[in-house]
């Protein structure tokens, strides 16, 4: 079976421009949590989306917004990017609302110019 | 709210030598707990979880860990390392209230654990 898979792998913008990053769960999970991983650091939480609503939002500005689709897919959109959002995203599915096990993807990584 | 401290930001062993990562947490409700595995320029890898029961829990790749409540303490051990071992290591808690988790980990900062020949 497949992993959870994102993308794209890399991505460089500019300052003020926007971004979507794009993950697909693990067939059969309805949970997916976004982080962010700055260099040097743990990763932080940013959402968690079951069954296409939001659950759980961690203390980042209303620039970063996500969203779930009827296939479970998810969408985490930046808006108005700083230098300081580049890091390293990554998307996590589990089966359960709870998400007792998370299952991570490789990332996207994204640099701000 | 919860926090989680890794009290070694790296550690430098010789192969066929034992670790241990330390780390310690605090929450204002029960957690689960976990260690992921991060190679470079990868997602995390999952290496155990403690949810219930026995406070020594077994995970791949020869690692084990233990929960100790009385100290908020969830320890790495492993009894002799490879160079393969060398990566990054995060301990995590996932809060639950009621047997619900709320699927939000908070991760500590991160050991680098470097196994040298």
């Known amino acids: 079976d497949a992993g959870v898979t994102q993308s794209p792998t890399h991505l460089i913008k500019t300052r003020g421009q926007h971004v979507t990053l794009r993950c697909s769960p693990i067939s059969g999970h309805k949970s997916v949590s976004w982080y962010q991983q700055v260099l040097g650091q743990g990763p932080q939480f940013i959402f968690q989306?079951?069954?296409?609503?939001?659950?759980g939002r961690g203390n980042f500005p209303d620039r970063f917004s996500a969203r779930q689709f009827p296939n479970y897919s998810s969408e985490l959109n930046v808006n108005a990017l700083l230098l300081g959002d580049s890091a390293l995203y990554l998307c996590?599915?589990?089966?359960?609302?709870?998400?007792?096990?998370?299952?991570f993807g490789p990332g996207t990584r994204l640099t701000v110019l | 709210a919860q926090s989680v401290t890794q009290l070694d930001s790296q550690v430098p062993v010789f192969e066929e030598a034992p670790v241990e990562l330390r780390c310690n947490y605090s929450s204002s409700v029960s957690v689960y707990l976990f260690w992921y595995v991060q190679y470079p320029n990868q997602g995390l890898q999952l290496l155990l979880k403690?949810?219930?029961?026995?406070?020594l829990v077994k995970g791949i790749n020869g690692f084990e860990a233990e929960f100790n409540k009385s100290q908020t303490s969830f320890h790495l051990r492993k009894p002799s390392v490879h160079i393969s071992d060398t990566a990054e290591y995060f301990c995590?808690?996932?809060?639950?209230?009621?047997?619900?988790?709320?699927?939000?980990?908070?991760f500590g900062q991160g050991t680098i654990l470097t196994v040298h020949p």
């Open positions: 403690y949810l219930s029961g026995s406070t």
């Open positions: 996590a599915s589990s089966s359960l609302a709870g998400g007792f096990e998370q299952f």
């Open positions: 995590a808690v996932n809060p639950y209230a009621g047997g619900t988790s709320y699927g939000k980990l908070t």
């Open positions: 989306y079951y069954e296409k609503e939001e659950r």
